[in-house]
């Protein structure tokens, strides 16, 4: 069974520009959550979806945004990037939405804001 | 709402020696816990969860944790360490919102 997959795995954008990142889930899994990690504040919940719907959303400005697919598949957008937006931004995906429900990882894309 | 505290932003080993990584959690609700581990250029693996049940949960690689409810922690040990757990651990506690929260992490290195 595929993994989480998580396109592009690098990237190097401009300030102002804006980018989109994709997650493909594992296969069934109707669930996908994206974090934002950075050295100095570690793990941040960016928002969740689950069956296209978004379920939670984090503590971040309105330039951060994102939607889920049919297919579950989800994509992130940053507008107007910002030096500070340089992460990693990692996707899970589960098989529900749940609190006991185990989150599985993608290697994440590494976006640099230069 | 739930946060988690990881005591020691890095911790340092020798081969063979115990592990031992700290966390403490803050709920409003019986919670749901989690240890990750990420390895370099790596998303987060799974180590182990509690959900209910028995307090000592076992998980991959030899690590187990031990939900105590009246100190609020779930630290993470290993008997014996491996220069293979040199890695960053995750402890992140969910609750009926499933947004989990994570803790700053802990950067373990192994001496050999």
């Known amino acids: 069974k595929a993994g989480v997959t998580q396109t592009p795995r690098y990237l190097i954008k401009t300030r102002g520009q804006q980018v989109t990142l994709s997650c493909s889930p594992i296969s069934g899994h109707r669930s996908v959550s994206w974090y934002q990690q950075t050295p100095g504040q570690g793990l941040q919940f960016l928002f969740e979806?689950?069956?296209?719907?978004?379920?939670n959303k984090g503590n971040f400005p309105g330039r951060f945004s994102g939607r889920q697919f049919s297919n579950s598949r989800s994509e992130m957008n940053v507008s107007t990037l910002e030096l500070g937006d340089s992460a990693l931004y990692l996707c899970?995906?589960?098989?529900?939405?749940?609190?006991?429900?185990?989150?599985?990882f993608g290697q994440g894309t590494r976006l640099t804001v230069v | 709402a739930q946060s988690v505290t990881q005591l020691g932003s890095h911790v340092s080993v020798s081969e063979g020696a115990l592990v031992l990584l700290r966390c403490n959690y803050s709920s409003s609700v019986p919670p749901y816990l989690f240890w990750y581990v990420q390895y370099p250029n790596q998303g987060l693996q799974l180590l182990l969860k509690y959900t209910t049940g028995a307090t000592l949960v076992k998980g991959i690689n030899g690590f187990e944790a031990e939900f105590k409810k009246s100190e609020t922690s779930f630290h993470l040990t290993k008997p014996s360490a491996h220069m293979s757990d040199a890695a960053e651990y995750f402890c992140a506690v969910s609750d009926h919102n499933n947004d989990m929260r994570f803790g700053a992490g802990t950067r373990l290195t192994v001496k050999p």
């Open positions: 979806y689950f069956s296209e719907t978004q379920r």
């Open positions: 899970a995906s589960s098989p529900s939405t749940g609190w006991n429900t185990e989150a599985f």
